[in-house]
């Protein structure tokens, strides 16, 4: 039987936005993770969009000596309406880019932008490509992609909906970002189908197990609460089996934020989507 090529395992760094990046990529290698997506901004204290490239010299050694990838940027740049505000945001990517240029990171998260409930669908899809082509194109001055995430309360918010807007951006260097937990916390699909609607778009993965609230809890307002992987509702098999069917090779980053600041709880989540890949290959 043909060995399957499974997907690799990510941590996110935003699940330690206080640990420093080089002692973060150290402790996942430690942790059996494979590499490292950087979050920056919400509190995250890894780098910012004007930080100075020496400054990443440690955490690229620590690459490099724990012989780990970082898979991607996840960057704090807002969608703006306005011409001056959105060159300033693809200034900001500009700088993200550099730094994942010196990362090695290939690509860099960007918002997909609002839904305008007064717009029809179509229209909001237009308006999401019409926003992303130039970040793309700003993005491939560095021989980067972009990524945007299905994500709830967003232009893309639904598999159809994200399908759609990767059809109008029409860029090479575009890419969708699959995430089985934003599609649970929105009441819609996380299986295999999901997975092969945006396959050819496909260029990253994000991976967080969801529990409803229980009776009492303050869940401040949510639907959904992030959980350890397999403790949850969100049965991540099928999306895995699919992923392995159509040969993504790619990163999968442990997102979930139930337990912030615990390398135990890290350790934990790397065995358990080991596991759920493993049986997904049989």
Same mark, same amino acid.
């Given at each position: 039987?043909?060995?399957?090529?499974?997907?690799?395992?990510?941590?996110?760094?935003?699940?330690?936005?206080?640990?420093?990046?080089?002692?973060?990529?150290?402790?996942?290698?430690?942790?059996?993770?494979?590499?490292?997506?950087?979050?920056?901004?919400?509190?995250?204290?890894?780098?910012?969009?004007?930080?100075?490239?020496?400054?990443?010299?440690?955490?690229?050694?620590?690459?490099?000596?724990?012989?780990?990838?970082?898979?991607?940027?996840?960057?704090?740049?807002?969608?703006?309406?306005?011409?001056?505000?959105?060159?300033?945001?693809?200034?900001?990517?500009? $700088?993200?880019?550099? #730094?994942?240029? +010196?990362?090695? &990171?290939?690509?860099?998260?960007?918002? *997909? !932008?609002? %839904?305008?409930? /007064?717009?029809?669908?179509?229209?909001?899809?237009?308006?999401?490509?019409?926003?992303?082509?130039?970040?793309?194109?700003?993005?491939?001055?560095?021989?980067?992609?972009?990524?945007?995430?299905?994500?709830?309360?967003?232009?893309?918010?639904?598999?159809?909906?994200?399908?759609?807007?990767?059809?109008?951006?029409?860029?090479?260097?575009?890419?969708?970002?699959?995430?089985?937990?934003?599609?649970?916390?929105?009441?819609?699909?996380?299986?295999?189908?999901?997975?092969?609607?945006?396959?050819?778009?496909?260029?990253?993965?994000?991976?967080?197990?969801?529990?409803?609230?229980?009776?009492?809890?303050?869940?401040?307002?949510?639907?959904?609460?992030?959980?350890?992987?397999?403790? $949850?509702?969100?049965? #991540?098999?099928? +999306?895995?089996? &699919?992923?392995?069917?159509?040969?993504? *090779? !790619?990163? %999968?980053?442990? /997102?979930?934020?139930?337990?912030?600041?615990?390398?135990?709880?890290?350790?934990?989540?790397?065995?358990?989507?080991?596991?759920?890949?493993?049986?997904?290959?049989?």
């Amino acid at each position: 039987m043909m060995a399957h090529v499974l997907p690799r395992i990510a941590l996110f760094s935003g699940v330690f936005k206080t640990t420093p990046l080089p002692d973060l990529i150290a402790r996942a290698a430690e942790a059996g993770f494979g590499g490292v997506e950087v979050l920056t901004g919400w509190g995250a204290q890894h780098l910012e969009h004007d930080t100075p490239l020496a400054e990443l010299r440690p955490a690229v050694a620590a690459c490099e000596r724990h012989n780990m990838q970082i898979c991607g940027l996840y960057p704090n740049l807002d969608y703006r309406d306005d011409e001056a505000g959105r060159r300033a945001i693809a200034d900001r990517l500009a $700088g993200f880019c550099k #730094h994942a240029n +010196a990362l090695g &990171a290939p690509f860099v998260k960007v918002p *997909a !932008g609002p %839904m305008r409930e /007064e717009l029809p669908i179509e229209d909001n899809c237009q308006l999401a490509a019409e926003w992303i082509q130039p970040l793309a194109d700003r993005a491939a001055e560095f021989d980067l992609s972009v990524v945007i995430e299905i994500h709830p309360n967003s232009a893309v918010e639904t598999v159809e909906r994200t399908v759609r807007v990767a059809e109008l951006v029409e860029r090479e260097n575009f890419g969708v970002m699959h995430d089985a937990g934003n599609l649970c916390y929105a009441g819609l699909d996380f299986g295999a189908e999901s997975v092969r609607a945006v396959a050819p778009w496909l260029k990253h993965v994000h991976i967080k197990d969801m529990r409803p609230p229980e009776s009492g809890e303050d869940a401040e307002g949510k639907k959904m609460l992030p959980t350890q992987f397999g403790e $949850g509702i969100v049965d #991540h098999v099928p +999306a895995f089996r &699919a992923l392995i069917e159509i040969g993504y *090779a !790619g990163f %999968m980053t442990c /997102e979930s934020m139930a337990n912030p600041d615990s390398w135990e709880w890290a350790a934990a989540e790397h065995r358990a989507v080991t596991a759920a890949l493993e049986e997904a290959a049989r």
